[in-house]
């Protein structure tokens, strides 16, 4: 008989792994904690407004006094608050104090990508659409697509910015301070500073944030409240605002976000973008200027295509006239010489794929279950305006630039995929295989250079000390669909210079908003 | 004539699975026995979380590989194992790159604490620990055509096993594996609906357990098991979209062995196994044929004095 010890000491080790087995498997996001603000920017009242026709539009009543005995009671109770304050609530505090704005473009960002997935099809080979009016019943409402996403973002940025610009306007008009200023005694959570408090900066951006996502996503009106909620008691666990403060920016911040709802959004013909019924009239039309050979779904059963008329929502920095002006030129024709050339490459990159290839391929994919191309571009925004620690009427300024000329971008290139109909190359050849999905819509041109040249060409205008490192990652963008072989290359570079000219536009706003 | 059969199922159709079907026979002092195996593992249907489901977009994919893998004994207490496969994937109906390359190096060490005469035949109780490390920079977060999903593991069973004299069999073993993150190429990933804004991707640790029952004689051997693990944490796979690497998988299969002694030295194996009920796995059929060396490096090398 061996020797006994070992089996029951090897047992009771093997059950204490067993016990202690788990490291911690959740992963986590980095803390980004709250910066001091760099600059008051009282003249920020002024700057030029892409709703409301400027920063005093919409009124807001006047505060009480900082003498006037309702202060005065609110200071108590805030103090009250902050003292039963919980660690977590405090946790909290400090995570809205790292840039508001920032905060509610993440939100979105998080929501776009839940929300990115593709109905699966019926048993009869249809496939259903999202209902707004379930919007919680699969297939849930929206299917937050790059064009989607897009414009969500373009919407909510505007919405923040026009919102804070009126905000800033009413702050100076009041300059009723930070409670800190009037009573020594409260020490605030979050970086103190002189900026006027009333209306609250952060309960004008929640509202506002608030309504403007509960739009885009009915189906999240309960988390979207709770956050909002968070975001303006936030405020007063920290110390940084008092109730009067946060009622009045809730009131503005709401008021506004309805304004872009009702005055642009619900006009912006996005109703009619996915116009099924009209798709075989663009055929026509394509086919009347000699498009023979024309896009039709790879997807299993076949697929209805994506947004056939979301060329035609309003653009944000140019006119109708100027988005037909601006749109390429016919693409090389299958089985023309250049056509057949730009097949090739993609052979080649179909066999033989470097690792660093599909590397690229896979980081700038941005495709089903992902924020998108215009999200991953408002990641590289959050970067940026996080390192030069911009306050957030400069954030909510970087994000309505970029969102709106990303919005911009994918109306003119929907517009110019439709208007031209050109198959995938996998269409064309069966025996390219690619390294990533294959959008279910028309190759001229890549939505993602697109996308790309748009969001370096305000980056670098915003930015000018990251204009080459944005300019680069647009061109390994635009590649990477050709490395993946779902793009000829010249859908890529001429997506890339139509990108580039749809941002000089929001560029030219810009400079010309009362900024500088 | 003593053997081990060692088959290694390293990643077959997105599932992480390191599964060592044991006879309980350990190889005697000195002997190399030398194993190449091919196996072919295919699912059309798959569970998306608890719900099975098919994706027309995908029709049958298939994991193939050749495995060549060498075991040693040291002592006839204790063995070593090394082994290393090359995975090819691939799906019928997709147009998506099938994927290929030389995935994970393992190597494990295995224990006999125990051997007693009872009953009729031999009680034996054994511990393996073993360690994989992948070979090749391939991409993990291509499921379900990666070869792998690149993670590190260290793992630990125990392993229980009865032979009667007249050979009938009956092993039960438990394991545990511990595995590393992963990293992928993207630089922002969904876990459990939350936006995480890094390319590091937690990859669940396992916990496996077999039981098989079988007959073995000088010649021959033939087994019927059934198979069970289980990732411990995870999400699942989200509605209509790729699996991850986070997610929690788990598998339930059985399985049918054969084994047969062609000359004195050289074994021919076949298997086949059918997954059962699923979790973010696909529902598998698989079959393996290989083939057994068996050396004596001892006498070799008085032989070679």
Redesign the interface.
Known sequence: ????H??YR??I??GL??AF??CD??????VEAPYAETSLDQPAGNWKTYVLVNGSEVAVDAPQASNAAAYTAELADLKSKMAAATNEEKDIAQWWGGNGVARWN?IA??LA??YN?????NEDGTYPVPDAANPTV??RFPFANPPVTSRALALLSVAQYDALVTCWHHKFQHNRLAPYKYDASIQPLIPANDLPSYPSEDAVVAAASRELLKFIFPGEVAYLDQKAEEHKNSRLWAGANVQSDLSAGDSLGRKIALRIINDWAKKDKMGAANNQPGFAAQRDDATARGITTQWNS????TRPPMLPAFGNVKTWNFDEATKIALRPATPPQPGSAEFEASLVELRKF?KE?T?EQ??IT??W?DG????TPPG?WN?LAGDYIREKQLNEIRTARVYALLNTALEDAGIACWDTKYYYMLPRP?EVD?S????T??PNFPAFTSGHSTFSGAAAEVLSYLFPDHASDASAWAQEAAVSRVYGCIHYRFDSEIGLAHGKKVGEYAVSRGRNDGSE | MRNIYLSLLLLLSGTAFAQMPNDGLMMPQGQLCILGQYSNSAWKNYWQGETKRSNSNLGAVSTQSALLMGNYGITSNLNAMIGLPHVWTDASDSYLSGQKGVQDLVVFLKYQALEHAALGGKLKLQATGGLSSPVTNYPADFLPLSIGLHSKTASLRGVFNYTADFGLYLTAQAGHTWRSITKTDRDSYIFDNELILNNEMPVPNVFDYSVRLGFIKTRFQTEFWYDSFTGLTGDDIRYNEAPQPTNKMAAAQVGWFGKGFVTKRLGLIVTVSQVLSGRNVGESLTWTAGATYFLDVNKRAAESK
């Open positions: 008989m061996k020797n006994l070992l089996p090897s047992a080790l093997i792994l067993f087995n788990q498997k959740t992963p986590e996001n980095p993440k960002l998080e990508a839940n997935v593709p109905p699966n099809n699969y297939p790879l997807d299993l059963p179909s794929c690792r599909f590397r896979a980081f994919a089903v279950g992902t924020y991953h990641r996998t069966p390219i295989r690619t390294s999905g294959i």
